[in-house]
């Protein structure tokens, strides 16, 4: 097969890696891709939410299977672009229609969902330009804290955490009416806070059935300890040894089931993958947000914890055969640090070269943020440029690897935190 992959990320270089491990792919073309990815297929420059550039390349190039890595292009329509397009409609595009993206997409849409369908999560109130001074009352009627949330997308920024009424009403007149996070964030959602600990559970579905895959959980803040500002992911784990059998049945009767039930009655087709971020509080899971797609740093873990021909799994999505397919587990545990340049997640550095990759030994090394310049050097882009992946008989095993490796990389100003994992490795582990 030919197969096209959109993005650029960590998470892409883990999917080309494993779809280039497949029998079935004989070509794989990454649109646009990083250093990493060139070691998987060929790079092409085409940005993610160009649809007539991507319809070109995909029948000038006999692609038959599009996967798409990151939510922008599944929130603007691509899955949707294809169907009603004569020509590309018989190609399958692992990822869900505009309607299903729009749990990501939009954060009232997915509050709306889940009370509909009786999901359990945070209470909470929609406001907008008409309805701001309803919102600075509503702020008057509760207890902090108050957790607010840009409706569409804000590239992982758009969640406030306020610990007094005061600073969550200014923050919230910032948003809608200063347009703080754009024409997406004049929509807010103020939410009920939930105090539990974090863990992100993926499933792969073709719409009539759905396999859930590794659990993992991910490290937001830059600073360790979990101090300071989010990032997109500074790393992952997987398996998550606070979530056992009994928790992940209650997960899947009291959030997976209701989800899938709910996108059946909406009537919306969903075939990729879906994202639910959880939390556990006092033993009890509730749901905090839907992505539409893999996570970035988690699919660095989730996908090597897989033995499944990931080509072959895709292809029942298409077919709707998902139902006939075990996902088959490495019991290994998984764990990656990300390597991030310097200043992020504000502004920070780009164009240093980047040593020792070679160095690198029993890690996997993922690319995010870099590119070859034209010197044929591999340098730096992005704010998160690395992922250093390692197994492990036991996370700690893994952890270590991974420090140890982070190591040998060498550019100016790199940073990463060496204490993923801090908060539950010393717990037995449950794989
Ligand atoms: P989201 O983009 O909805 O995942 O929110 C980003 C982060 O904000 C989450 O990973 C949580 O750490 C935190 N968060 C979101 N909603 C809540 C909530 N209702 N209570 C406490 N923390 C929350
Ligand atoms: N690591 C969080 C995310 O991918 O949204």
Redesign the pocket.
Known sequence: MHILLLGSGG?EHTLAWKLAQSDKCEQLHIAPGNAGTLLCGHNIAIEVDDFENIRHFVLSNKIDMVVVGPELPLVKGIQDYFLQDKDLSRIPLIGPEKAGALLEGSKAFAKEFMKRHRIPAAAFETFDGDSLSKGIAYINSVNGPYVLKADGLAA?KGVIICQTAEEAQKELRAMISNSKFGEAGRRVVIEEFLDGDEF?VFILTDGISYKILPTAK?Y?RIGEGDTGLNT??MG?ISPVPFVDDELMTRVEKEIIIPTMRGLKKEKITYKGFL?F?LMVVNDDPYMIEY?V??????TQVVLPRIKNDLVDLFIHVANETLGTQEIIYDRRAAATIVLTSEGYPEEYTKGKTIGGLKDVHDSIVFHAGTKIDHGNNRVTTGGRVIAITSYGQDLNMALELCIKNAGKIKYDGKYFRKDIGYDVVAQPEIV
């Open positions: 998470r992982g992100s991910d937001k997109g992911g992952a994202y971020g992505n797609r893999l996570g970035d740093p988690e």
